[in-house]
């Protein structure tokens, strides 16, 4: 069985008066994982019973192989797709073999016996699951998170090209979690086709291929995670304030929930590179503040940061130093702030137009965490001492309080003149 493609048109689904989904259309090749994302109660559940052909739909159709799974018998189904459901419970009191073994029923007439066939893909389902230790043992005695990888092991030993998943993970530990998603990534790698409810975004932006972004009970978005896991969706399908920025391990989307912005007022300029600002920019934007940086080079980490936070950024390329232009650039946000904040950042000839242009601050914050022989060159030293002697040098700890004291006490220094 080669095309084993799934194709959803333009499918709705009611429960009683409640319209659950409608309007999905998606197709997912074979040899792809698609992660299903989204709030509880956007439909992700009812569209996996759906494909599974266990909940008929309202309109619209489903087709796993070029099968029509709501026309179709079970047992043909049943040699397409296997399931792997959120809920755990078993109705009785079977071993786990047995457990595993009933994922070998579609290929059993009523009066047909177990198999050499059954028990070689049995055993190499438990196998691969790490349940072969609890084969023997009552599924009832086996915790939460054994009972979801030996529901797993059924799957698998059922066989088919589609592997359907809800929430495959939640009952796990972090180890068994990677193990669980490790497999499936395996398994679509060989050939399988694999779509799981997945709740915990940063898996599934590490995992699959793909994401289908349910809100409301439509699709919001759908392709790959870079493109699906931004903030303006994830405000419009979580009502989540969120940052998305990059795992320095993984290179994978990483989604950092945020605090609603608090109501703090001003506007501030931030001076910082190589991820001396980072920190600082997550505090002043989630306090409220409107905040601007740079300038830096494009791709630093604190441009990183700025972005997925939204903060606009004065930006140069990689090894190019902040010229005339964008100095100026970086003078009008400092004329603009209320204050201005300079991070303990290396400084060189090559970004010393910075100082400068901090040196134009109405208001002045000057943070030091490491000394300043550390990380200032001789070229550098005078710009940088003209700072210490009008701003208020502080900790990194104690920036943010130092930015509202400033907005909060007496009027600011004067901008210095030219005469100065």
């Given at each position: 069985?080669?095309?084993?493609r799934?194709d ?5 689904v009611?429960?009683?008066d409640?319209?659950?989904i ?8 074979r ?5 299903l994302?989204?709030?509880n109660?956007?439909?992700k559940t009812t ?5 599974a052909?266990t909940?008929a739909?309202t309109a ?5 192989a070029?099968l029509?799974v709501?026309?179709a ?5 049943g040699r397409r ?6 809920n755990t419970t078993?109705?009785f ?8 073994a ?6 059993h ?12 893909a049995?055993?190499?389902?438990m196998?691969?699951t790490?349940?072969?230790q ?5 599924i009832d ?11 797993l092991a059924?799957?698998?030993?059922q066989e ?5 998943l ?9 180890d068994?979690?990677i193990?669980t ?6 398994l679509v790698e ?5 779509v799981?409810?997945?709740?915990d975004l940063?898996?599934?932006a590490?995992?699959?291929?793909d994401?289908l ?7 919001l978005?759908?392709?790959?995670p870079?493109e699906v896991?931004t ?6 399908s979580?009502?989540?304030n ?15 929930a945020l ?5 703090a007022?001003?506007r501030?300029h931030?001076v ?7 920190r600082l ?7 409220g503040y409107d905040?601007?940086i ?6 630093d980490a604190d441009?990183?940061?700025?972005r997925a936070?939204?903060v ?6 990689p090894?190019?130093?902040?010229d ?17 904040v300079?991070t303990?950042?290396d ?8 100082l400068?242009?901090?040196?134009r601050?109405d208001a ?7 000394p300043p022989?550390?990380?200032?060159t001789d070229g550098?030293?005078e ?9 208020r040098?502080?900790?990194?700890e104690?920036a943010l309080?130092?930015?509202?004291d400033v907005l ?5 220094h004067?901008?210095p003149t030219?005469?100065?």
């Open positions: 069985m080669t095309d084993v799934i959803v048109e333009d499918l709705r009611d429960r009683g409640l319209t659950v409608d309007g999905v259309d998606a197709t997912v090749e040899g792809r994982f698609v992660g994302i989204g709030p109660g956007a439909g569209l996996l019973r759906t494909l052909g909940l739909p619209g159709r489903v087709r796993v070029d029509d709501q026309r018998s079970a047992r043909d189904v797709v296997a399931v792997v459901p959120q078993v109705a009191d079977f071993t786990v073999r047995d457990v595993v009933m994922g070998r029923m579609p290929y007439s009523m009066f047909k016996e177990t198999d050499d066939a059954d028990r070689r049995v055993d190499a389902a196998e691969r790490s349940v072969t609890f084969a023997e043992r009552s005695s086996v915790s939460g998170g054994e009972r979801q990888r030996v529901l059924r799957a698998l030993a088919t090209p589609v592997l359907l809800d929430e495959p993970t939640a009952s796990l530990d972090i068994h979690q193990h998603l490790e497999l499936v990534r395996e060989g050939g399988k086709t694999a799981a409810a997945i709740h940063d898996l599934a590490r995992y699959c291929d994401l972004l349910l809100s409301d009970g439509g699709v978005d759908y392709g790959p870079e896991l903030a303006p969706q994830l405000a419009a979580f009502d989540a969120a940052a998305v920025t990059d795992d320095t391990v993984t290179g994978t989307p990483t989604v950092t605090p609603d912005a608090g109501d007022e001003g501030v931030v910082g590179d190589g991820g001396s600002a980072g920019l997550y505090a002043l934007t989630v306090a905040v601007s740079g300038a830096l080079p494009e791709g441009h990183e940061t700025a936070l939204d606009p950024a004065v930006t140069v390329p090894y190019t130093a902040v005339a232009a964008t100095a100026e650039r970086v003078a009008t946000h400092v004329s603009e702030a209320d204050v201005t300079v303990d950042l400084v060189s000839d090559g970004n010393r137009r910075n400068d242009a901090a040196a601050a002045l914050v000057v943070v030091e965490g490491r022989d550390e990380r200032i550098a030293r710009s940088y001492e003209r700072l210490r002697t009008r701003g040098v502080v900790t990194p104690d309080d130092a930015v509202a909060d006490g007496p009027a600011p004067q901008r030219a005469d100065d």
